[in-house]
């Protein structure tokens, strides 16, 4: 295809022509990086949470007044928990993964460092680490002798020096110590040295306030709680037993107590979906403006190409009558439209980078990874191409007698 | 004249009815885009108490040891118990009040509700005063109350509704955490937006049923929600000693002149408190307005910014699209302007008539645009977000909405209109 005739009828239809690469730019432009964005979130959707998420189910109690004898309710509490049918761990724990709320310190490599080297989350209670299902990649679990009542730590400071031990992520391990192995080696919290003595795979924090990139920096305590400092029951179970778990829980939990209230009782699976919902929602906007501006689009390029064609009515049926062949119109548009978009689509990239580099300035975001562009340049083509066929076609349909009649 | 232009107009876009229709459609998609977006970021970054925000202030300093001191950071956002009373009882200010968030379990005399947890708050007297919370029966308690750590409570009007059937229940006796409490008084409705007075607590969240001095819930070991952040020995079992800071502390300073006496004060109490060895670091001390506190917190999610941004990007395409097909359907009418022209109508009542049509299609792109932003925002409600309950359109945004679209038309028109008025007369005829 001869690409002068094009460009010099071009030439002739400036304003029209610049306004549809104008708006293939743009769409171009903001559908990558929306694009982008959604596959953030979606990312962000499947963040790894190291815990057996299908197995696990929580019970959150308040007590009404102060509960007497919080540590013996504790243990009996877990006993009657154990004992409902289904369950296959339960511990009473300070936190839960994905519910927000945390308890968190900062962590030096050195007692006499200034500024802390990171901020780690605390999670306690017994046989939490088996509960959860976190996975052990080295070192050990905490003996039954390590555990430390945490009531009895909190009221008298000189215990704290004696919570000798501590395990923490393969994250936090590699962040602390990069390439070595963290077992055996000391952090403080404040002048208090422990000892790591296992590392996990994964766990993840209950909330994730510090950013994403801190998502694993996670330590468990051998801490045993009360239901004076502690508030969570975790459940272990089979997947499709968790509904029935949670009622028979319940039921355990209300008769051996009536004096408190039941806050809540979900699975993980739930409280996974409702702490990444906002990303969902968001995805789902995005899906939808991307729709609405390629819809647009191709509705402007039908607009703009049938006026373009009724224009040039006359002009196509003396070329009709000079020869041309059907194909030879059909592709002349088909052409036109390519060669628009094709100057739309570099406009766009430039546009879309410039963007991309708003959001990182601003939103926190990474850079565009250019895979995006060449796959938006592809759609944007085969809408342009989609959109321009209709009016094309009308064009090569027309006539060669036109050339003889005045418009 | 412009009533013919108009008559003009509507002829023409009931000529091209596809053409008209797709601009209709995409100023309508761009302007109901744009104007939910906008009246989601309206509703957020609005100013929740208009009369008084201005006289509002909310006081920092610095209490933290040496460990991690960094010159250029700033203050905590919370006060400590000790700094917290401190300031409290210097009644520095017109009004102040010290205060938390917290959950305290209800248990209704009515054997027919079970007891359950209501959001609370933990504050000192000045509280009503100064927000202007209103009542709908009695007052809040007084400083004396606070003194004496009383049990005295103030009801929201839903909390009210749910346990006493909205019956003035002022002087009746509620039980909390199995204590008993005087219902002093009870709320009219008030949900300030955004929760400025507790960030922590979620910045749009619904608010605290039930008020309670702040002395009574730390004495009785009250469940506080929101954040604490600890340095040195940190937290134990007696938060009134911790070195934590944990509460929110808010001042009415009337005057600019009370304001800057005010910040000399927290300076003045900052250095007699490194004196006495309390405070280690330089004095660091702020004094933000109320609308200044949610700027700096950044209350507004960036995740509405962002949206909203897309949103201009969508209506700026759709802008563009207009521009090109009108300008299509004013150059298919070169023969008919000419005409005109050639009957003595000046360029300047072409461009006219032609910017009235563009007028009447951003018209209707604006109802379009307007039954948009009303589904778009009832989609939004749908949303899981603590705000999106908020997201409704008022009347100056419903204003907007319309001047936008007509403006967006127009502005979309003026380049079509000029190019159709350049056409010669004479040179249209004599190509027909």
């Known amino acids: 295809m001869e690409l002068g005739p094009i460009l010099s009828t071009l030439r002739r239809h400036k304003i029209p022509a610049l306004l549809l690469i104008l708006e293939i730019a743009l769409t171009c432009a903001i559908v990558c990086n929306a694009v982008f964005l959604i596959s953030q979130r979606l990312e962000r959707n499947k963040m790894v949470s190291g815990v057996a998420e299908h197995e696990l189910v929580q019970l959150q109690v308040a007590n009404i007044g102060k509960p007497a004898n919080a540590k013996a309710r504790a243990q009996e509490d877990l006993a009657l928990l154990r004992q409902v049918p289904g369950v296959t761990a339960a511990a009473l724990v300070n936190q839960v993964p994905f519910t927000n709320s945390s308890s968190n310190t900062s962590i030096k490599l050195d007692p006499t460092q200034k500024l802390p080297t990171l901020n780690a989350t605390m999670y306690m209670g017994e046989s939490l680490i088996g509960t959860y299902g976190a996975r052990l990649v080295a070192g050990r679990d905490f003996n039954a002798d390590e555990y430390m009542d945490f009531d009895a730590m909190r009221s008298d400071p000189d215990l704290q020096n004696k919570v000798g031990s501590v395990i923490i992520t393969q994250a936090m391990a590699e962040r602390l110590w990069p390439g070595e192995s963290a077992l055996g080696k000391n952090i403080y919290l404040g002048e208090t040295s422990v000892r790591v003595i296992g590392v996990m795979q994964a766990l993840i924090r209950p909330s994730l306030f510090m950013g994403d990139d801190a998502a694993q920096w996670t330590m468990v305590f051998p801490l045993r709680m009360s239901t004076a400092s502690a508030s969570r029951y975790v459940l272990r179970t089979a997947p499709e037993q968790r509904d029935r778990v949670l009622e028979g829980a319940a039921k355990v939990l209300r008769k051996a107590d009536p004096h408190r209230i039941i806050l809540k009782k979900e699975t993980l699976d739930d409280i996974r979906s409702d702490f990444f919902r906002n990303d969902r929602a968001m995805a789902g906007i995005l899906v939808g403006v991307i729709v609405a501006l390629l819809a647009v689009t191709a509705l402007g390029i039908v607009g703009l190409a049938s006026f373009w064609v009724a224009q040039r009515r006359r002009t196509i049926g003396v070329r009709r009558a000079l020869g041309a062949t059907r194909r030879n119109i059909l592709n002349y548009f088909q052409t036109e439209n390519f060669l628009l978009a094709t100057i739309g689509i570099a406009l766009g990239m430039v546009l879309a980078y410039g963007i991309n580099l708003f959001l990182m300035l601003h939103y926190e975001l990474p850079r565009l990874p250019a895979v995006y562009f060449p796959v938006g340049a592809i759609v944007l083509w085969l809408i342009g191409q989609a959109a321009v066929l209709g009016p094309a076609l009308r064009a090569a349909a027309v006539p060669p007698v036109v050339a003889t009649r005045s418009v | ?432």
């Not at chain 2, 003595?344 to 018209?363: I, K, N, P, Y």
């Open chain 2, 1 to 432: 004249m412009f009533g013919y232009y108009l008559d003009l107009a509507l002829r023409s876009l009931r000529r091209n009815k596809a053409l008209t229709a797709l601009m209709v459609v995409a100023i309508a998609l761009g302007i109901g885009a744009s104007m939910t977006t906008l009246t989601v970021l309206h509703v957020l970054s609005g100013d929740p108490l208009p009369d008084k925000s201005g006289k509002l202030f909310y006081p920092q300093l610095d209490p933290q040891d040496m460990d991690g001191y960094k010159p250029q950071d700033d203050p905590p956002a919370q006060v400590s118990w000790i700094d917290g009373m401190a300031l409290l009882h210097a009644k520095r200010a017109r009004y102040q009040a010290l205060m938390t968030g917290g959950a305290v379990p209800i248990q209704p005399a009515q054997s027919s509700i079970d007891p359950f947890f209501e959001d609370a708050r933990y504050t000192s007297a000045d509280f009503f005063p100064m927000f202007e919370v209103p009542f709908l029966y009695g007052q809040g308690w007084n400083a004396a109350d606070d003194e004496a750590g009383a049990r005295v409570a103030v009801l929201t009007r839903e909390l009210n509704d749910k346990l006493f059937g909205g019956k003035d229940s002022t002087g009746q006796t509620l039980r909390m955490d199995d204590v008993a409490f005087r219902i002093v008084g009870v709320l009219d409705a008030w949900r300030p937006t955004p929760h400025f007075y507790d960030l922590n607590t979620g910045s749009y969240s619904s608010d605290e049923g039930v008020f309670v001095p702040l002395t009574t819930a730390t004495d009785l070991k009250f469940a506080r929600n929101g954040s604490t952040d600890c340095w040195g020995k940190g937290s134990g079992d007696n938060m009134k000693i911790a070195t934590c800071t944990w509460l929110q502390f808010w001042v009415q300073l009337d005057t600019p002149a009370d304001a800057a006496a005010y910040s000399e004060f927290l300076l003045n109490y900052s250095r007699e408190q490194k004196t006495l060895g309390r405070f280690q670091r330089p004095a660091n001390v702020r004094l933000p307005d109320l609308m200044g506190w949610l700027d700096y917190n950044k209350v507004v999610p960036s995740d509405v910014h962002l949206q909203a941004w897309l949103a201009f990007g969508f209506l700026l395409v759709c802008l563009v699209n207009t521009v090109g097909l009108m300008l299509a359907k004013f150059l298919r009418r070169s023969g008919e302007l000419g005409v005109r022209r050639a009957l003595g109508a000046s360029r300047r009542s072409l461009f006219a008539q032609l910017l009235v049509e563009a007028g009447a299609v951003g018209l209707v792109g604006g109802i379009g645009g307007l039954l948009l932003a009303l589904l778009g925002l009832w989609l939004v409600r749908r949303q899981p977000s603590d705000y999106a309950a908020l997201a409704h359109l008022d009347l100056p945004m419903l204003l907007a909405t319309f001047v936008s679209a007509v403006v967006a038309s127009l502005l979309a028109g003026l380049l079509p209109a000029w190019r159709a008025c350049l056409i010669p007369p004479a040179l249209q005829l004599k190509s027909n």
